[in-house]
């Protein structure tokens, strides 16, 4: 249709015709068909058809062996250190104690997400931040993921401690789910269904509980954090190395490590 068009502006006589499923002839006189030719290739030069789009799709494998690394990690982590017990150096020393994060203590920011009441309470966050770093993984690559879960999660702890309470003693890796709520929800691809991360978080609060020991200032701020993280995330490049996403990995599995020490110097 729009090389026809040409030839109407050309004044080039034609004729539009079938020339079977979905492909049309244009039929000119003989002694116009030197003309229409060139008058076709200029709207052509000038107007060359768009480069088809390449969808790149990754695969899912990474980002599944991600969440699946945080199941295990988790689960091994309780069955190391036991259940709660105040008789515990992993407890007293590890806990999210937030008058001694405000003495500053830092450690216990990121420790404490790595310990959990009682088994139940292992499982349930294993099984849901697998998930949601499974999901985060995905859409930011593996590396990138784990580290604002980390960042989101230690965040939500610190800013808990410093302004919502300053008597309160938590456990578990639950600040650090509500963060990657809060990344997903940010995410340019997500902001048009933001209203599915929202939901999940309220579902999550539920499933978590809303007891004397459940840590809601906690849930809060780091689904608040996660979410300040996201959208700074989303004002940048996609991140597609693989030697940044192994490193910015490496880190995230170090930051456990490097808190750990410090709380047993």
């Known amino acids: 249709m729009d090389l026809s068009l040409v030839l109407d502006e050309e004044g080039i006589a034609h004729e539009l015709r079938s ?3 979905e492909r049309w002839a244009l039929m000119v006189d003989e002694a116009d068909l030197a003309r229409a030719q060139a008058a076709l290739r200029t ?3 000038e107007n060359p058809p768009p480069a088809p789009r390449v969808q790149t799709s990754r ?5 599944v062996a991600c969440g699946l690394l945080f199941f295990l990690s988790i689960l091994a982590f309780h069955v190391w250190t036991g259940p709660e017990s105040s008789a ?3 407890f007293s020393r590890g806990s999210a104690d937030a008058a001694a994060i405000v003495r500053g203590e830092w450690w216990r920011t990121v420790t404490a997400l790595t310990l959990h009441a009682d088994a139940g309470h292992a499982v349930g966050n294993a099984v849901l931040g697998g998930l949601l770093l499974a999901l985060l993984a995905h859409a930011l690559g593996p590396g990138l993921a784990a580290i604002l879960m980390v960042l989101a999660g230690s965040a939500g702890t610190l800013a808990a401690a410093e302004l919502l309470r ?6 578990g890796a639950s600040t650090a789910v509500f963060g990657a709520l809060g990344v997903l929800a940010a995410l340019r691809q997500h902001r048009r269904r933001a209203w599915v991360p929202l939901g999940a978080g309220l579902a999550l609060l539920a499933f978590l509980g809303t007891s004397k ?11 608040a954090a ?6 700074g ?3 940048l490049p996609p991140l597609r190395g693989r030697l940044a996403q192994g490193a910015l990995a490496s880190i995230a599995a170090a930051a456990p490590m490097a808190a750990w020490l410090a709380a047993f110097r």
């Open 226 to 231: 996660g979410v300040l993280l996201g959208g």
């Open 43 to 45: 709207f052509e030069r």
């Open 213 to 223: 020991r459940a840590d809601l200032a906690g849930h809060l701020c780091g689904f």
């Open 59 to 63: 695969s899912p494998t990474p980002a």
């Open 233 to 235: 995330v989303s004002l």
């Open 88 to 90: 515990s150096p992993w």
């Open 19 to 21: 020339a079977g499923e």
């Open 166 to 171: 300053r008597d309160f003693i938590s456990v």
